[in-house]
């Protein structure tokens, strides 16, 4: 079974995307920032990760650097899910090493039909 | 949001959630802002644009369109004040305020029916006036830079002399930080600064914690009390059993056992107790918002100071706390500080100062509230309560000053020469200090006329548990908070007086009414002969209590009666001592109530001593 990390400071979002995902029975873990996401990254073995953009402490951006710069999490599947629509914002978190960026609110069903493929993705390359 | 995906109960649970989190969001957004229109504080702003950022965000998930489309555009507006292209102004403060009033209202229909019944286009509008008109240039924003030199001064690496000579130096070179030219100058190291810089970025971050249901904590502590009883009895049958003998070995275990228990009892019922207290900054904030509103309706200039937001208290004093709270603010505006232009004419600042600070003191917390206003007019006081018949001249001629500053919490009494709509009615004081006396609490003011006037609360740490003296009339045991007792007298011949039939003590050349609980309580009515009088201080008031004797202090858990005993006066609840017998609490502010009826009286008998002393 995968586990999906989600990081959003809102305790809405977080739950709401669990009840999403939980759908195809995925393992939900989450975080409430950046910080403590690299926190549980360091005792939960995570497969693909769903993060906000703006967030105290350490915004998503930041996030994915840091996430990159771990050896274990180098490949590991991001979507940015945030309102902003910048398009700045958007290409620098595609610079971060984001692999998509989808804005709020999203459908569930394509949500799942995205985490889905991504994992698919994943897969076929290991 | 698609339905299919899912289902109704789990979509509800995310409303729920929705709007418990987006309302604590809003509360902390409209103090903010308040905040942040004094002054510019960068962290506030981010705080705040996050925030709105957020519930638009969830609120565009779960389909609440209009209240999405209101965040949207005030995060536009708030994203000019981030990055410095406008300042937040009153007018904007204004436009803002009313934006997250009205988010506030929405939320509060998507709790009641489920949909946004508010209409957002005028301030949807007004908001974008905002946008497209009024791109004012903001300040540099200096305020991060000073904290990173005031943190190297608290961290002792520079010295204040050093970063004023580095601040000056970063006016001529405005595109060097501090740090940097702290360690050009060689004052601190790389590292140093470096480390400092961190601690700056996470000195913010909150404490864990987790949300829990009221009613679990309350069962907890009713736990807590229960356990607390069965230590109370294990001690007795401890201190039993030794007195009549028996196996060393079997005492030994006894006596081991019991002290265990009293231990872990005690540090368990600490913790729960701590469990359910809450930071006083709940009350709090909603001052500033309060004071701003008022200023604007008085037309005066203050500037509000609050301290101590972090003391703890009880949850359900909080609760009881707040109203009490708003009407001394109100007061404080309205009656106490000046218009500007008169505080001008009498030498003083043209902002006033209103000052709220919490602190603990033992057991207790302690609230002030300072003004500098025009302060009590003690005269005008006493003119006042004489006016009305409730004192006579020689009683108010024999008042201390504190005495009767005091007289403001009589019922019935305003010394405000106009009534406006929040204050003057000569109702307030009063309810201020019974509503605090509920809670076990005391209220007291101080004053200096045209000055300052100082309203100082006093309250206990917790409701459920307290100490109490056990006191015996006849074979009757009852329980008298502990706090309010300030002495024992032992009765001998003479010290007893009776005035009006009612029976009075004399004690220091002080006349002290007093209630016989062995009359009030007991059915049998023959008089026995000595005892003790327990001494009750509340407020400026005094009581004696008239008992047989004395047990000793006692640590009790407070037992309400039930609904149908609940409205009997001098008692406030029950609690169940270590052998198991159930004995009364008394409820030493009604006690006193029931004495002012016999007022008349004790007035008559001061007068009368007053003449026989001298």
Same mark, same amino acid.
């Given at each position: 079974?995968?586990?999906?990390?989600?990081?959003?400071?809102?305790?809405?979002?977080?739950?709401?995307?669990? $009840?999403?995902?939980?759908?195809?029975?995925?393992?939900?873990?989450?975080?409430?920032?950046?910080?403590?996401?690299?926190?549980?990254?360091?005792?939960?073995?995570?497969?693909?990760?769903?993060?906000?953009?703006?967030?105290?402490?350490?915004?998503?951006?930041?996030?994915?650097?840091?996430?990159?710069?771990? $050896?274990?999490?180098? #490949?590991?599947?991001?979507?940015?899910?945030?309102?902003?629509?910048?398009?700045?914002?958007?290409?620098?978190?595609?610079?971060?090493?984001?692999?998509?960026?989808?804005?709020?609110?999203?459908?569930?069903?394509?949500?799942?039909?995205?985490?889905?493929?991504?994992?698919?993705?994943?897969?076929?390359?290991? | 949001?698609?339905?299919?995906?899912?289902?109704?109960?789990?979509?509800?649970?995310?409303?729920?959630?929705?709007?418990?989190?987006?309302?604590?969001?809003?509360?902390?957004?409209?103090?903010?802002?308040?905040?942040?229109?004094?002054?510019?504080?960068?962290?506030?702003?981010?705080?705040?644009?996050?925030?709105?950022?957020?519930?638009?965000?969830?609120?565009?998930?779960?389909?609440?369109?209009?209240?999405?489309?209101?965040?949207?555009?005030?995060?536009?507006?708030?994203?000019?004040?981030?990055?410095?292209?406008?300042?937040?102004?009153?007018?904007?403060?204004?436009?803002?305020?009313? @934006?997250?009033?009205?988010?506030?209202?929405?939320?509060?229909?998507?709790?009641?029916?489920?949909?946004?019944?508010?209409?957002?286009?005028?301030?949807?509008?007004?908001?974008?006036?905002?946008?497209?008109?009024?791109?004012?240039?903001?300040?540099?924003?200096?305020?991060?830079?000073?904290?990173?030199?005031?943190?190297?001064?608290?961290?002792?690496?520079?010295?204040?002399?050093?970063?004023?000579?580095?601040?000056?130096?970063?006016?001529?070179?405005?595109?060097?930080?501090?740090?940097?030219?702290?360690?050009?100058?060689? %004052?601190?190291?790389?590292?140093?600064?470096?480390?400092?810089?961190?601690?700056?970025?996470?000195?913010?971050?909150?404490?864990?914690?987790?949300?829990? =249901?009221?009613?679990?904590?309350?069962?907890?502590?009713?736990?807590?009390?229960?356990?607390? /009883?069965?230590?109370?009895?294990?001690?007795?049958?401890?201190?039993?059993?030794?007195?009549?003998?028996?196996?060393?070995?079997?005492?030994?275990?006894?006596?081991?056992?019991?002290?265990?228990?009293?231990?872990?009892?005690?540090?368990?019922?600490?913790?729960?107790?701590?469990?359910?207290?809450?930071?006083?900054?709940?009350?709090?904030?909603?001052?500033?918002?309060?004071?701003? #509103?008022?200023?604007?309706?008085?037309?005066?200039?203050?500037?509000?100071?609050?301290?101590?937001?972090?003391?703890?208290?009880?949850?359900?004093?909080?609760?009881?706390?707040?109203?009490?709270?708003?009407?001394?603010?109100?007061?404080?505006?309205?009656?106490?500080?000046?218009?500007?232009?008169?505080?001008?004419?009498?030498?003083?600042?043209?902002?006033? %100062?209103?000052?709220?600070?919490? $602190?603990?003191?033992?057991?207790?917390?302690?609230?002030?509230?300072? #003004?500098?206003?025009?302060?009590?007019?003690?005269?005008?006081?006493? =003119?006042?309560?004489?006016?009305?018949?409730?004192?006579?001249?020689?009683? /108010?001629?024999?008042?201390?000053?504190?005495?009767?500053?005091?007289?403001?919490?009589?019922?019935?009494?305003?010394?405000?020469?106009?009534?406006?709509?929040?204050?003057?009615?000569?109702?307030?004081?009063?309810?201020?200090?019974?509503?605090?006396?509920?809670?076990?609490?005391?209220?007291?003011?101080?004053?200096?006329?045209?000055?300052?006037?100082?309203?100082?609360?006093?309250?206990?740490?917790?409701? @459920?548990?307290?100490?109490? /003296?056990?006191?015996?009339?006849?074979?009757?045991?009852?329980?008298?908070?502990?706090?309010?007792?300030?002495?024992?007298?032992?009765?001998?011949?003479?010290?007893?007086?009776?005035?009006?039939?009612?029976?009075?003590?004399?004690?220091?050349?002080?006349?002290?009414?007093?209630?016989?609980?062995?009359?009030?309580?007991?059915?049998?009515?023959?008089?026995?002969?000595?005892?003790?009088?327990?001494?009750?201080?509340?407020?400026?008031?005094?009581?004696?209590?008239?008992?047989?004797?004395?047990?000793?202090?006692?640590?009790?858990?407070?037992?309400?009666?039930?609904?149908?005993?609940?409205?009997?006066?001098?008692?406030?609840?029950?609690?169940?001592?270590?052998?198991?017998?159930?004995?009364?609490?008394?409820?030493?502010?009604?006690?006193?109530?029931?004495?002012?009826?016999?007022?008349?009286?004790?007035?008559?008998?001061?007068?009368?001593?007053?003449?026989?002393?001298?």
């Amino acid at each position: 079974m995968k586990t999906i990390l989600v990081v959003d400071d809102s305790p809405t979002i977080r739950k709401l995307l669990g $009840y999403i995902l939980k759908k195809k029975s995925y393992i939900i873990a989450e975080a409430e920032d950046g910080l403590d996401a690299m926190e549980k990254l360091g005792h939960v073995q995570v497969d693909l990760v769903i993060v906000d953009l703006n967030m105290p402490n350490m915004d998503g951006i930041e996030f994915v650097k840091n996430l990159r710069d771990n $050896y274990y999490y180098m #490949d590991t599947p991001v979507i940015m899910l945030t309102t902003t629509k910048d398009e700045k914002l958007k290409k620098d978190a595609f610079d971060a090493g984001v692999n998509m960026f989808l804005n709020k609110p999203v459908q569930p069903n394509f949500l799942l039909y995205k985490v889905e493929s991504l994992l698919g993705e994943e897969e076929d390359h290991g | 949001m698609d339905d299919q995906a899912l289902q109704k109960d789990e979509m509800q649970e995310i409303i729920d959630e929705f709007i418990v989190e987006s309302s604590e969001l809003m509360d902390n957004v409209i103090q903010d802002i308040v905040a942040i229109e004094q002054s510019q504080d960068e962290e506030k702003v981010n705080g705040i644009f996050r925030a709105v950022h957020t519930i638009k965000g969830t609120a565009s998930f779960l389909g609440f369109n209009v209240l999405t489309a209101l965040a949207h555009k005030g995060e536009d507006l708030l994203g000019l004040v981030r990055k410095g292209e406008m300042k937040t102004d009153q007018e904007v403060a204004d436009v803002l305020l009313e @934006a997250f009033d009205l988010m506030k209202l929405m939320i509060e229909d998507i709790r009641t029916g489920g949909v946004e019944n508010h209409d957002a286009s005028s301030v949807i509008e007004k908001l974008a006036g905002f946008l497209v008109s009024k791109k004012k240039n903001a300040e540099p924003p200096q305020e991060e830079k000073k904290k990173i030199g005031e943190m190297l001064i608290e961290e002792k690496i520079i010295t204040k002399g050093e970063l004023e000579d580095v601040l000056k130096k970063q006016e001529t070179e405005t595109d060097k930080m501090v740090g940097e030219i702290v360690v050009e100058e060689k %004052l601190a190291t790389e590292g140093q600064v470096k480390n400092t810089l961190i601690k700056q970025k996470t000195a913010g971050k909150e404490e864990q914690s987790i949300r829990i =249901d009221v009613k679990k904590l309350d069962e907890l502590m009713n736990l807590v009390g229960e356990l607390v /009883l069965g230590k109370n009895r294990l001690i007795l049958v401890n201190s039993l059993a030794k007195k009549e003998g028996g196996g060393e070995s079997v005492l030994d275990n006894l006596a081991d056992v019991t002290s265990y228990v009293e231990g872990i009892t005690n540090e368990l019922q600490l913790s729960v107790m701590r469990a359910r207290l809450v930071p006083i900054g709940k009350v709090f904030s909603k001052i500033p918002r309060m004071v701003r #509103d008022l200023c604007g309706e008085f037309k005066k200039d203050i500037e509000l100071k609050v301290e101590g937001e972090e003391t703890e208290l009880d949850r359900s004093l909080i609760e009881a706390l707040t109203d009490p709270m708003i009407h001394i603010v109100r007061n404080s505006v309205d009656h106490g500080v000046e218009v500007p232009a008169e505080r001008e004419k009498k030498g003083k600042n043209r902002k006033g %100062l209103l000052s709220i600070k919490a $602190y603990n003191e033992g057991n207790h917390v302690i609230i002030d509230i300072f #003004d500098d206003g025009k302060g009590i007019n003690l005269q005008a006081v006493k =003119d006042k309560v004489k006016e009305k018949g409730l004192m006579s001249e020689a009683e /108010l001629a024999s008042l201390s000053t504190k005495e009767a500053m005091n007289l403001v919490f009589i019922p019935g009494l305003s010394t405000a020469q106009k009534v406006s709509s929040v204050s003057g009615r000569g109702v307030g004081m009063d309810v201020v200090k019974t509503n605090i006396e509920k809670m076990n609490g005391q209220a007291y003011i101080d004053s200096e006329e045209g000055q300052w006037t100082k309203l100082t609360i006093k309250l206990p740490l917790t409701l @459920a548990i307290m100490r109490a /003296l056990i006191v015996k009339s006849e074979d009757e045991l009852f329980a008298i908070p502990l706090n309010m007792v300030t002495e024992l007298v032992k009765l001998k011949e003479g010290l007893l007086k009776t005035v009006d039939k009612n029976e009075v003590l004399v004690l220091r050349n002080t006349v002290i009414p007093l209630m016989d609980l062995q009359k009030t309580f007991s059915r049998k009515t023959e008089e026995k002969q000595g005892g003790y009088v327990v001494i009750c201080n509340i407020g400026e008031k005094v009581v004696g209590i008239k008992v047989h004797s004395v047990v000793g202090q006692e640590e009790v858990v407070i037992k309400p009666l039930g609904e149908f005993l609940k409205n009997i006066k001098g008692i406030s609840g029950a609690t169940i001592r270590g052998d198991g017998k159930v004995i009364l609490i008394l409820d030493i502010p009604s006690v006193i109530l029931h004495h002012n009826n016999q007022k008349k009286a004790y007035s008559h008998l001061r007068a009368v001593s007053a003449s026989a002393m001298n």
